[in-house]
């Protein structure tokens, strides 16, 4: 077994009918599943560890329930079932949503009470949020933490180096640490979900990328 195997991600649980979303009553009906056959939605700590070889209080049938995106519907239409059947749960979202996203995002209240819960792990998903940024003169896009960026002028533009990337990418995961930091008592940066799950090995303009990124 890998670990992918134990890992389910949710993002928006809503009636939308859009992509990266479920229904209410079906995400029930999963959860309801998942408990009758017995599986135990562990932590985000357990997870770590399981990871790094250390199986110790690892119950029977494990599986990693986790969320993107700091979503508020997620939440408030999870968190009593969660708690209905002992689940625990990891939230990634990005430092500057609880501000900048109101109505969508978390806020910075909700998050503190969730990461107080004994549901919910706080984790990093980015620190100004999902980016896709240009990459060449003509327009095309790139993922924030997988591709160099196009850096437009008057004039002209130019390719950021890969020294400039490195520094774009470390500053703003520091930047959006530092937030959950300061508004999240109690939070343990464990893990960081990479935005769209691309940090280069999907595609990148630079080989150097992924290494790094990872």
């Not at 343990?188 to 790094?212: E, K, S």
Request: net charge neutral.
């Amino acid at each position: 077994m890998c670990s992918s195997d134990l890992v389910l991600v949710y993002h928006g649980i809503n009636d939308s009918g859009k992509d990266y979303a479920v229904s209410p009553q079906l995400f029930a009906e999963q959860m309801l599943a998942l408990k009758t056959a017995g599986f135990h939605a562990i932590t985000l700590a357990q997870y770590a560890a399981w990871v790094h070889g250390d199986r110790r209080g690892l119950p029977s049938k494990p599986i990693l329930l986790t969320f993107d995106d700091g979503r508020r519907d997620a939440y408030r239409a999870a968190n009593n079932l969660l708690a209905t059947y002992g689940f625990h749960a990891t939230m990634f979202t990005f430092g500057a949503w609880p501000k900048t996203n109101p109505g969508f995002s978390l806020t910075w209240n909700e998050l503190q009470r969730m990461q107080r819960s004994s549901i919910w792990s706080v984790q990093e998903h980015g620190g100004r949020g999902h980016q896709y940024v240009p990459v060449n003169a003509a327009g095309g896009k790139g993922g924030d933490y997988a591709d160099l960026r196009y850096v437009q002028k008057p004039g002209g533009g130019h390719m950021e180096t890969f020294p400039e990337f490195q520094r774009r990418f470390t500053t703003d995961v520091m930047w959006g640490m530092k937030q959950f930091s300061g508004h999240v008592p109690g939070y343990q940066p464990i893990a960081f979900a990479v935005p769209y799950g691309d940090y280069g090995q999907l595609h990148t303009n630079d080989p150097q990328i992924p290494a790094f990124t990872l």
